[in-house]
DNA sequence: AGTGACTCAAATGTATACATAAGTCCCTCG
DNA sequence: CGAGGGACTTATGTATACATTTGAGTCACT
């Protein structure tokens, strides 16, 4: 059931995303309507959604803008994570679900594996999956849903910066250590080793 | 410059909040739309932000229902205002700015005054913008605006509860206190005692 | 020369007509 | 008599035409 706005708002969703358009630059309807080949409508929807993600703002003349996440925002933006996914695993390690922990030990071992490759790009991903997972433990729907959209504010953020990741295999690391705090359900030592992996690896945290 | 739409969602809110339409009623686009007396657009894109906040959700048929909001929610919403109020309170506690005192100030004025009249209603409005206000003293943006968001669903939570608000002054008294260790800036205190307020006001929290 | 108002242009906001899909009800066939 | 399929109904999804607002540019007047 992929509707036309659906798919033009994953497009430009996935533009914002890779940097193809810069934050600052104003998202015009009819040129994004032909470019993808369909009319205002859809393309006002997925705009509005985008907007309500918080990655679009209005500007001078009524204009959508591609957000620019200032250094306070990224600053915000790490505290949020750090309250959100902490709760999140305290609530996790009163629940301690076998399938929760056999899946992130898969995702351990993927970036196991593209940290061997040197794979950055990959590891970026299953580093945003891997917290995803690890907060979906808890059964919060409501707190997922608010770290999926806190995700696009990480990776803008991360836009300009030097795409290599250096210490892959000490982030892993890290990740292996939550995972086992989970397990043997510490939840207070798991809540500050998480905080402090999340300011970590969010430069200027 | 208020848009039709705007108005649409306000109002469509508004019968939402107020229980004017129950959970898991269906709200049908072209009624809406007569009802307001607009078209179909501005109709479809308040449907859309308000399901964007959370507040519908697709059923069979693909039709957009107003969210029940399930005991299991509505403890998971208590979890995330501890979180992120207790996050804020801990930021403000760093900043401490007289204007936002001030402002806190004047509401537990107002909240003295409406206890004092056992008017129920304004002091579940201004409870709320207390707590809106106390969490802004942060300016992290971003997090006022998801407790916003939650705060439809404490209030939807709220709807089949007796309308009586029993222990108002009491409420004002640790509304007191919250300001006074803000003051004082004794955020682990003051981490905890919003913790306590907010579990206690949210019942099956 | 500067300021203000008027006009024009280009964007978004809105209405409506059309397309499409999903569900239901009925008819037919086994 | 039951099950399956097909048309009709009714919703949403999409396109397009129209309205409105806002910003800019120019011209006139002080």
Do not use: N, Y
């Amino acid at each position: 059931m992929t509707s036309k706005a659906d798919r033009v708002r994953q497009a430009v969703l996935a533009d914002i995303l890779s940097g193809a358009v810069a934050p600052g630059t104003p998202l015009d309807e009819v040129a994004l309507a032909q470019q993808h080949d369909v009319s205002r409508t859809p393309v006002r929807e997925a705009l509005r959604a985008l907007q309500g993600d918080g990655l679009l703002e209005v500007g001078p003349r009524r204009q959508l803008l591609v957000v620019d996440v200032s250094p306070e925002r990224r600053r915000e933006v790490t505290t949020l994570r750090v309250a959100l996914e902490g709760a999140a695993t305290a609530a996790a390690c009163e629940r301690r679900d076998e399938d929760d922990l056999d899946r992130l030990e898969l995702l351990l071992l993927k970036q196991g594996r593209a940290a061997g490759a040197g794979d950055a790009e990959t590891f970026l991903r299953l580093d945003e999956e891997f917290h995803l997972a690890l907060a979906g433990a808890a059964r919060m729907p409501t707190l997922s849903r608010m770290l999926e959209q806190l995700g696009a504010f990480v990776r803008l953020g991360r836009l300009g910066e030097a795409t290599t990741t250096p210490h892959m295999h000490g982030l892993v690391g890290e990740h292996e250590e939550l995972v086992s705090l989970l397990r043997s359900r510490r939840a207070a030592r798991l809540r500050s080793a998480l905080a402090t992996h999340i300011e970590q690896t969010t430069p200027r945290g």
